[in-house]
């Protein structure tokens, strides 16, 4: 089972002074839980990661990227969103990926379009505050995927 986790940018970033991978770069509340899973050797093989960027669109964990002090707003979710889903489509064909997991705010979630189609199930961590969303996002890159809904193609859902 093959997995692309969809993160996305976080106002508190690091100031490297040169261009850097997104997980050296950001250094918000979901990047440390990742990072810590990562340095804890927990990190599933099987999830791939992106990040989706307000200055960027979607970017590779391993691309390279200067610092910014951009924010996402309507106007350029809808900007990016055609790019975004035609690059999530690409990379759902290239790797097969058997679910699609993001972890978006309500801005973040304006800048994808419509994946019913995909091959892929498609799942969102959703709930009642960043507390909740981080305790769900470290259960699934741990390897604990009791709060998704794996069986099925095409499923939304809500983590619970």
């Given at each position: 089972?093959?997995?692309?986790?969809?993160?996305s940018c976080s106002k508190s970033k690091n100031r490297p002074g040169k261009p850097v991978q997104p997980l050296e770069l950001y250094s918000g509340y979901f990047f440390k839980i990742i990072k810590k899973a990562i340095?804890?050797?927990?990190?599933?093989?099987?999830?791939?990661?992106?990040?989706?960027?307000?200055?960027?669109?979607?970017?590779?964990?391993?691309?390279?990227?200067?610092?910014?002090?951009?924010?996402?707003?309507?106007?350029?979710?809808?900007?990016?969103?055609?790019?975004?889903?035609?690059?999530?489509?690409?990379?759902?064909?290239?790797?097969?990926?058997?679910?699609?997991?993001?972890?978006?705010?309500?801005?973040?979630?304006?800048?994808?379009?419509?994946?019913?189609?995909?091959?892929?199930?498609?799942?969102?961590?959703?709930?009642?505050?960043?507390?909740?969303?981080?305790?769900?996002?470290?259960?699934?890159?741990?390897?604990?995927?009791?709060?998704?809904?794996?069986?099925?193609?095409?499923?939304?859902?809500?983590?619970?």
């Amino acid at each position: 089972m093959s997995m692309l986790l969809v993160q996305s940018c976080s106002k508190s970033k690091n100031r490297p002074g040169k261009p850097v991978q997104p997980l050296e770069l950001y250094s918000g509340y979901f990047f440390k839980i990742i990072k810590k899973a990562i340095d804890d050797g927990e990190f599933q093989d099987n999830i791939d990661i992106c990040v989706l960027s307000a200055e960027y669109g979607l970017i590779d964990s391993t691309d390279e990227i200067n610092y910014y002090d951009r924010r996402m707003d309507a106007d350029r979710a809808s900007k990016l969103r055609p790019r975004v889903t035609r690059e999530l489509r690409s990379r759902v064909d290239a790797n097969g990926y058997d679910h699609i997991i993001f972890n978006l705010g309500t801005e973040y979630k304006a800048a994808i379009g419509d994946l019913s189609d995909l091959s892929a199930s498609v799942q969102f961590i959703d709930g009642d505050g960043i507390g909740y969303k981080g305790h769900t996002l470290k259960q699934i890159i741990r390897g604990n995927y009791s709060s998704l809904e794996m069986e099925g193609k095409n499923a939304t859902t809500q983590a619970n």
